[in-house]
């Protein structure tokens, strides 16, 4: 083995690569970097770096302070040459390598880190990968997200004047943990992509729901909520509450706004169904507003749309609206009914479901 060269590109810190491989349409690369800091946690970072093809970058990273490159050199001096050739030994002991699964490598130079009985800071950056871009929507699976647990992500996100922005993106999530729980649900469905990582065959599952027409770029987050859901994964899902207004009339006689809306709030775990009044403003009245709701937990919108008939394809979300369209066309709720009659209904409808129904009216009153 040759001499160890270390530079420094910059005053205080020196990257050596100690591995790079090339494995599909992305590199591989290990890296060991020093740099002067006095910090318990910084001085030293391993770290597994992928760089793909057509772009992006995402990276698994292990820092610690200084005092792990004297314990692993066994030497104060010239000792960051010394733990670059402990780790190229180790390299070409099998040890670590290309054989190991992404964040492999890094997970066993933070053991030994542990073992030495050393603080460490675990971190990196995710990988994101694109599904689909159609309009503003931009469907997106991100994985190794966050500090640990780790978790794989799909996110449908809105853009305005293509920007991101967190408020506009609705996601549903997972540990790392039920990447293959998922992986094997969706390859019975469309077929293996013959890739062996994980990550990737997710991808080209994503591609292949896409190419069928399986995931639309509006409601998609739904759908593949109900794929993680399906597959046994403990998901999580997140993003804006959304409010459909099914109906709105104005009574021109009393002057009033009569509104039905359904609202479907996964971050907070609620479908809310409303029957809405609302009395304009008027000589010698200053205005006042009705509401009279009903709600249920997120988690019985599978079982609505089962019972309500909706139509297959599109987002749980969507298909839940159009059976409340459906309702109303069909003369079952609407306006010209006693008061809160369309809220009774539609309790009752969701006592029909099996799923639990919570009362939620309030009023206010202008007082200007």
């Known amino acids: 083995m040759g001499e160890t060269s270390i530079s420094r590109y910059r005053v205080g810190m020196a990257t050596v ?25 910084f001085g030293f970072r391993f770290a597994e770096v992928y760089d793909e093809r057509g772009g992006g970058r995402h990276t698994f990273e292990v820092d610690t302070g ?11 001096v010239d000792s960051e040459r010394k733990v670059v050739e402990v780790f190229r030994q180790r390299i070409a002991a099998g040890e670590l390598g290309p054989h190991l699964p992404p964040g492999g490598n890094r997970d066993l130079v933070e053991r030994w880190i542990l073992d030495a009985g050393l603080p460490r800071k675990v971190g990196g950056r ?9 309009g503003d929507r931009h469907l997106t699976l991100r994985f190794w997200v966050g500090p640990r647990p780790q978790t794989f992500c799909f996110e449908e996100e809105r ?33 293996k992509a013959g890739r062996p990582r994980m990550d990737d065959r997710l991808a080209a599952c994503f591609a292949a729901a896409v190419e069928a027409g399986d995931l639309p770029p509006e409601g998609a987050r739904d759908v593949a909520a109900a794929w993680f859901a399906a597959a046994g994964t403990a998901a999580r899902q997140t993003g804006l ?4 207004r099914l109906l709105r009339v104005h009574r021109a006689d009393t002057d009033c706004v009569f509104t039905l809306t359904l609202t479907t709030d996964p971050q ?20 006042r507003e009705y509401a009279y709701g009903v709600r249920t937990p997120y988690t019985s919108i599978r079982r609505l749309n089962e019972v309500l008939g909706a139509a297959p394809g599109g987002g749980e979300e969507a298909r ?17 009914r006693p008061l809160r009659q369309a809220r009774d209904r539609v309790r009752e409808l969701f006592a029909e479901a099996g799923v639990p129904a919570e009362e939620t009216n309030w009023n206010w009153m202008n007082s200007d």
């Open 17 to 41: 690569e100690l591995l790079a491989t090339e494995e599909g349409d992305r590199r591989r690369t290990l890296l060991l970097q020093f740099w002067d800091s006095t910090s318990d946690l």
């Open 66 to 76: 200084r005092r792990a490159i004297a314990l692993l050199a066994k030497s104060t």
């Open 126 to 134: 995710e990988r994101v990968h694109e599904v689909l871009r159609a």
């Open 159 to 191: 853009r305005t004047g293509g920007h991101r922005d967190p408020a506009n993106v609705d996601a549903v999530s997972a540990p790392m943990g039920d990447l293959e729980r998922l992986v094997a649900h969706l390859e019975g469905r469309y077929g």
């Open 241 to 244: 509450a959304h409010t459909e």
């Open 268 to 287: 907070e775990g609620t479908i809310t169904f409303r029957e809405q009044y609302e009395y304009l403003p008027r000589p010698g009245d200053p205005g």
């Open 320 to 336: 839940l609206a159009q059976c409340f369209r459906d309702l109303i066309a069909a003369g079952r709720i609407g306006d010209g």
